[in-house]
Structure formats: C-alpha cells, structure tokens
C-alpha cells in the first residue's frame, strides 16, 4: 500500500505519533488510509450540505475495512462570482483545485481517494487530480437542487436563470421590482447544484457516463435519502477499487471518451464541458479536439431539452430513467461503447442490464425515433472570425438565429456590453461582439450569464445574437456563441471586428463570417495592437502567462 511509506517501519516512527495524535488506534493505522476530498462550504448552496455526505461516504469506507481521512479543496460559485470581477477566478481555481489535491494525496501517501465535488469548477478539476494521480478512485457529487417556483404557493416553476432573465424583463416593463424579489426567494429552493443543465450539473452527468462516478451520480436529487445511500456505497465501491488495483485510467480510455461526448450531446449540455472535457482528459494523456466533438455531435440525436433549452428540470430526467436511459437508448444506434469498465467494477453494458435501463418518460427523454434533433445539443462553428472555432449550445438557439446576417456591436467588457442592453441601445439583428474576455485577455474567461439573460428577458433572444472569445453559463439560452479561438488578447481576429460590421451565422453548416474582404481583414490586422489591460492580481497574471487557448481546453500549457 502506498501509505506504508508514512506507517511501516522503524524509521517512520515518528509519522506514526503524528498519526496517533489524530486519535488513531493501531488497527486504523494498518488499515488502508482512503482520502476523503470534501469541497463542503458555507458559501455555495450545492456545497452546504456536503459535510453529510462526507460522513456518509466515511461510513461506507469503515464498513468496508478502510480508514478515511478527509480533507478540504476550495469551490467558487459561479452564479455568485457572475457579472464582477469574482468571476475572473472562477475557471482558474480548477487548475487550484486540480493541483491542491495533487499535493494533499502525494504529501501524505493516500492508498485511495474519494471525491465529493458539486458545483462549477470543483467537478472537473476533482477529475483532473484524479486521473493525474492514478490511484483507486471514485466520484460522489452533492446532488442536483430541486426546482423552485415563480412565487411562494405557486406551482409555476423557476430556477436561477429565471431569476437572471427576470432582470432584464424588469427593465423592459415585463415584471415588476417587487415580483423579482418574490422570484429571488423561492427559484433556489435549497441545497444542490442549480436544477438546469447548467455546467455543475452538465459534468456530475458526464462523471458517471464516463464511468468515474456510480450510475445515479448525475440526477439523484440533494435532498433524498438516496444520495446519502449512495454516497455509502461509494465509499464501500472504493475499497473494492482497491482490492483490485482499479484506477482512473484503466476506466479512462479512448472509448469512454466517446461515450461522454455521445451523451454531453444527447443531454444537450453546458457549452463548458467543451473546455472542461479536453482538460481532464488530457491528464490521462487522450486528445479530445473541438473537431471530435463537432463529429460526435453530428452523428449523435438531441434526445432531452433540460433548462435552459426546456422546461423539464434534472429531477424531471432522473425520475424519467436517468443516464442509464439515455445511454440505453443511445446503444441502440451504436453511439455507446458498452465494454468500457466503470467504478461499478463491471462494464457500461453490464451496468444497463443490470439496471434494465429504460426511457420511462417518452416527453423527458425522447426515443431515436421522435428526437428533438438529429444533431446534438453543441455545434463547432468556424470562419474567418474564428479560424481554430467557437462553440454554440445549438438545442438552445431559436429557429431564428440558426442562420442569419447580424450587424456588429462592438464592446471591449462585459460591463460595456451589459450597459448597453439594460439602456436598450441593443436592437433587433444585432450581434453584441464581446472581446478580450478570453482565458489571457480577460483573464480568466469570464462567463457571461447575464448579458445573455438579459437579452432573452427583454425579449431579444430571438432576434439578437451575443459572440465572445469568453464564455457562457451552461444556464444560457439563443445565439450565444462563446471560446471564439484564437482570442482577441492573441492577436485573434475577433478583436478586428469593428462597429457595424456585417457577420454571417450559420449553425447548421457550421459557419461564422465576418463579411468584410480579405484585403480589409489585412489592412486592420497590419495596424492592429491588441489590447493589454491592467491586472491588478499576481496570481491572474500568473494564470494569463500559463493558460493554453480556449480551443484546447483552457488548460496550463
């Protein structure tokens, strides 16, 4: 066991009074040591409660005959880092979260790891650290958050994103001050990661269709009974990883990445798992390109619209059969690799039959037969503004603005373009060009919700287009095309895009033009300066000198 290096042996002596001081007897002490990694805080409401799943999760370690330790990892909530200079740190705290955990389990020899992430950033860079180690794992998340409510006794349901584009309806006379503040009480109803296919959720789904996480991971709602069990078997499945000398990267191979681009598209999930996927994967030494998701997505259907593209709810696709029925039926069409092992200890396939995986709501999660598309939920677009691609939640676009010309409206911040929706100075056939918000120019790849909801609460979402070299929440909805590659602060020519420039969309053929000459394009670029901001943190000039393109995962060169 690689904890023998802290506990066998005369010279390590004193590491074993370091362990007797954390009350330790000698037989836990000769036990398998499993570290449990608890990114509970009291600031995230999908990490509120996890301490109760770290218990639970120690108690299954200690029936199966392991000692658990656990330790902390920081999560930033994204909806509260939303729209201020808090979110410049939200997708640089997974390469923290990634690299704090490294060191935890290496400087104290863990012989297995137990994950409990559940919001943003804390899932994949919990995925990251685990293939980067290699040692017997698995991941249990928090769980998803019920549905709320428009208003306390209504049955009219709400989520966060009703809460976003609820602001820009008050500014266009749709809603009331007073009714918003209703909607603010009872949308978020308790503990969990936010009810949409949101990116918190988007991830904890593709963690078990990836085969890291036990099936029910993904939609087990927060606050059940269910999740406690299910946390108690994860401890229990860890030790028998264990036994087996089961790792990470067995599990992670070649197929199991189709597996999870196959069902990021049928769910229709979080643009961002476009920059997480490649991340995490790339620790385990496997290429995921912008082009392998745009072949997926074109041979794989769109069988569920989860808010924001819909109205169903995560607890609305557990009840309906979950992953296991999303992933049964995409077997049908050959899109799922069944051998792939999981942390289950038997293969994809053993685990659907075992399951008698089934669609069990027809309207939740359509059949091949009646999908909501035939493509999947993301589309990689490519043109002259973006040579190396930009990504749209295509299930979420309105028929509208799948292929139409825009008039650009050039801003260098989100907070110029966010002025300029809430004044109404944005119109009908506009695109808001957003730039210099990529991973090195914003830096830090702000992800912009609320200008997007903004537009679709003061009714433009059909009508207006948002592009940016940054990103989007997964709880955006329309023609929001984000990771714009390469990026404005890099020379990109997304920052050469000038006010009223006219720019083709085309989603269903994969297009985005600027209709401007190449001999303009060239005298632009010939007298072109990026634009430097001034960075005031050292730890985000730090990032900015070490993250890689939006294209390839936004990950540490």
Do not use: W
Not at 16 to 44: D, F, H, K, M, Q
């Amino acid at each position: 066991m690689r904890s023998t290096k802290m506990t066998e042996g005369l010279e390590k002596a004193p590491h074993r009074s370091l362990l007797y001081a954390l009350g330790l007897t000698r037989e836990e002490i000769r036990r398998p040591l499993v570290g449990v990694v608890n990114a509970a805080n009291e600031v995230v409401p999908g990490h509120i409660h996890l301490d109760r799943i770290a218990e639970a999760v120690k108690a299954g370690v200690r029936m199966a005959g392991g000692t658990p330790l656990e330790f902390p990892v920081i999560a930033v909530c994204d909806g509260l880092a939303m729209n201020h200079e808090g979110m410049r740190f939200s997708l640089p705290s997974r390469e923290i979260i990634a690299d704090s955990i490294e060191i935890m389990a290496t400087a104290h020899a863990f012989d297995a790891l137990v994950f409990i992430p559940n919001c943003d950033k804390s899932v994949p860079g919990m995925l990251m650290a685990m293939l980067r180690l290699n040692i017997p794992s698995i991941l249990i998340s928090g769980g998803p958050m019920m549905a709320g409510t428009h208003a306390p006794h209504q049955r009219q349901r709400a989520d966060l994103i009703t809460v976003f584009e609820g602001v820009g309806k008050v500014k266009s006379g749709l809603m009331s001050e007073e009714q918003l503040e209703e909607l603010t009480e009872s949308a978020c109803p308790g503990c969990g990661s936010c009810a949409g296919m949101f990116t918190a959720n988007s991830m904890n789904c593709l963690s078990e269709t990836i085969g890291l996480a036990l099936p029910g991971n993904g939609t087990t709602p927060a606050v059940t009974a269910a999740r406690i069990r299910l946390a108690k078997h994860a401890g229990m499945r860890v030790m028998d990883l264990l036994a087996k000398d089961l790792k990470p990267r067995d599990i992670v191979t070649p197929e199991a990445v189709q597996n999870a681009v196959a069902v990021d598209m049928a769910l229709g999930c979080s643009t961002n798992t476009v920059l997480h996927l490649p991340a995490i994967f790339r620790e385990a030494g496997l290429p995921l390109t912008l082009d392998i998701f745009d072949e997926v997505s074109r041979k794989t259907p769109n069988l569920c619209k989860l808010s924001p593209a819909g109205v169903h709810h995560i607890q609305d696709l557990h009840m309906a059969g979950g992953i296991p029925a999303v992933m049964a039926e995409l077997s049908k069409k050959g899109c799922i690799h069944q051998e792939v092992l999981t942390v289950t200890g038997k293969s994809v396939g053993e685990n659907l039959r075992d399951l008698k995986a089934a669609i069990a709501d027809p309207e939740v999660i359509r059949p091949l037969d009646n999908p909501y598309s035939p493509q999947g939920g993301i589309a990689i677009l490519k043109g002259n503004i973006a040579p190396l691609g930009a990504v749209v939640k295509q299930s979420a676009v309105a028929p509208e603005m799948l292929c139409r010309d825009v008039r650009a409206r050039v801003f260098n911040s989100e907070e110029e373009a966010m002025q300029a929706i809430l004044a109404g100075s944005i119109v009908k056939n506009d695109a808001v060009v957003i730039c210099y918000e990529g991973p090195r120019g914003g830096p830090g790849m702000r992800e912009m919700l609320s200008p997007t909801a903004a537009i679709t609460g003061m009714g433009l979402g059909k009508d207006v287009a948002l592009l940016t070299d940054g990103r989007f929440s997964g709880g955006t909805n329309g023609a929001a095309i984000g990771h714009i590659s390469p990026e404005a602060a890099d020379g990109g020519p997304i920052g050469l895009v000038r006010e009223g420039d006219s720019i083709h969309i085309d989603i269903p053929h994969r297009v985005l033009e600027l209709r401007v000459s190449p001999e303009v394009l060239a005298q632009r670029q010939a007298s072109h300066t990026p634009v430097q901001k001034t960075v005031s943190s050292g730890f985000l000039r730090r990032y900015a000198a070490q993250v890689s393109s939006a294209a390839t995962g936004a990950a540490y060169k």
